[in-house]
């Protein structure tokens, strides 16, 4: 394993902040937070795929409003046993439309004709971030070993895969519930004696919460991503701990409060409601861990010595 440390020895000549970090023994860097422009083009594609679901889900209005009963005391609507069941043809053929989704979820995952994918958005993000905090409070600059890593080191390979099978199975999910949620909506308006235009209603409705849970599988996904990936580039350079830190608002859950300020290794997570987590790993967490750097005597009287600072004083472990 690479050590933090090893590099800022390396690069202690160009560190200008030298003699003020050997005075401190633990330095807590610029948190790596969830980056809100991967978020914002993961929602954009599975809105994408919400906006056919809504054209579908009318088409479908569309074509049992030909069918629709008229009256209510139609047999077909009310309390007679031998009322038969709603068409069931559009639907089938609405839902058959999505059978490809799981190409799509691939597409997004994984990315397509030179374009990179969810997964690799997330990666880079949290190299890019990580090595900018390294950089501002050391002057050293490990983006290029970051990037130098093969996905086998720490155990990246396998956190890559998890997150790709997770993210492929969650998208490949909202068709199905939103098709579920709609044969509920048709059969209990035609059984229940509704109107065409309360079924094109509900469906309206259906729409916004696919829509919404869109916006927090985006949300959460791209935080658990980036907790995941955090924690291995972290470890994998030698920082070994990081303070918690939550969003500081009203929305933040008392579980998570009480861990703010907080110092813990990546090695050991603290139990969150019950089970062990690191930030941003429970659904909706917004917290985040903030790098804890160690300093070195070594490195950092290495460091004083390039810097022509002889005054004998002993930087910080």
């Not at 089938?92 to 994918?117: L, P």
């Not at 997150?163 to 509920?184: C, H, K, M, R």
């Not at 209603?201 to 259906?206: G, L, S």
Request: a negative charge.
């Amino acid at each position: 394993m690479v050590k933090l440390h090893l590099h800022i020895g390396h690069f202690a000549g160009a560190l200008p902040r030298a003699a003020r970090l050997r005075k401190r023994r633990d330095r807590r860097l610029r948190a790596v937070r969830p980056s809100h422009r991967n978020e914002l083009w993961y929602r954009a594609e599975l809105n994408a795929i919400v906006d056919q679901l809504r054209a579908a889900g009318r088409r479908v209005v569309g074509e049992l409003r030909q069918v629709w009963p008229k009256d209510v005391t139609d047999v077909r609507r009310v309390g007679d046993k031998r009322r038969p069941a709603p068409p069931q043809g559009p639907l089938d053929e609405a839902r058959g439309q999505f059978q490809n989704v799981g190409g799509v979820a691939a597409e997004i995952v994984f990315g397509t004709h030179g374009k990179d994918g969810l997964i690799q958005r997330n990666l880079d993000a949290v190299d890019d971030r990580l090595a900018a905090s390294v950089k501002l409070s050391t002057g050293a600059d490990v983006r290029e070993p970051l990037r130098q890593m093969t996905i086998h080191a720490a155990g990246l390979a396998e956190q890559m895969s998890d997150a790709a099978e997770a993210n492929v199975a969650l998208i490949t999910s909202i068709p199905g519930q939103y098709f579920d949620q709609l044969q509920d909506a048709v059969s209990d308006n035609w059984e229940n004696g509704g109107f065409v235009e309360d079924l094109s209603d509900a469906i309206e409705h259906i729409g916004d919460v696919t829509e919404s849970r869109a916006a927090l599988i985006a949300r959460d996904q791209t935080g658990k991503m980036n907790s995941a990936f955090n924690r291995i580039r972290q470890t994998s350079i030698g920082i070994d701990r990081y303070e918690w830190q939550t969003a500081e608002d009203e929305r933040v859950r008392d579980s998570h409060a009480a861990l703010d300020g907080r110092t813990f290794s990546w090695d050991a997570p603290p139990s969150v409601d019950g089970e062990p987590a690191q930030p941003g790993e429970p659904i909706n967490c917004r917290c985040v861990a903030s790098p804890v750097l160690d300093l070195d005597d070594e490195s950092m009287a290495d460091a004083a010595a390039l810097e022509g600072d002889d005054d004998g004083e002993q930087a910080a472990a």
